[in-house]
């Protein structure tokens, strides 16, 4: 998903919510919203064209919301455009992933980590990241295999 394609994704995700898009008041993210559940920041990471550009974009959507961490009670939500990964495909953000499949940080800082693609949403819970990225090499051989 290009930037356009999961912005809109994610707008529509956020509306179902009830989520109403706030201004992003200088901020690095692009997306920042108030709902009934209260604020979302969210970072993107949408498609790229080489795997060295996925890794800059996730670590960049990363930071963005490690600055936030300290500053803010909102809910922080990393995005990562998810059909070439989902598909065994290159340029993917796999590399990205499979680097924090061990980290702690999405837990300790709370921050969500949502899988998008046309075809399949998955929203991870902060305390879901790490065990589902540790196993995600099964999880995409066995969608190969279904």
């Known amino acids: ?19 109403q898009p706030l201004p992003p008041a200088g901020a690095p993210l692009p997306l920042h919203f108030a709902s009934p559940q209260g604020e979302w920041w969210l ?4 498609q790229q064209a080489d795997a060295g550009a996925c890794q800059q974009a996730f670590e960049a959507g990363l930071q963005s919301l490690l600055a936030l961490a300290s500053q803010s009670a909102a809910r922080l939500v990393l995005a990562v455009s ?14 990205a992933l499979k680097k ?3 980290s702690v940080i999405f837990e300790d800082l709370g921050i969500h980590l949502w899988l998008a693609s046309p075809a399949e949403w ?21 969608r190969k295999s279904a």
């Open 82 to 95: 998810f059909t070439s990964v989902a598909a065994g495909q290159t340029p993917s953000y796999r590399r």
């Open 43 to 46: 970072a993107l990471a949408a």
């Open 122 to 142: 998955i929203e991870l819970q902060p305390t879901q990241v790490s065990p589902f990225l540790r196993d995600l090499n099964r999880w995409i051989a066995g």
């Open 100 to 102: 924090y499949s061990n």
């Open 1 to 19: 998903m290009n930037t356009a394609e999961l912005t809109a994704a994610l707008q529509a995700r956020m509306a179902a919510r009830g989520a």
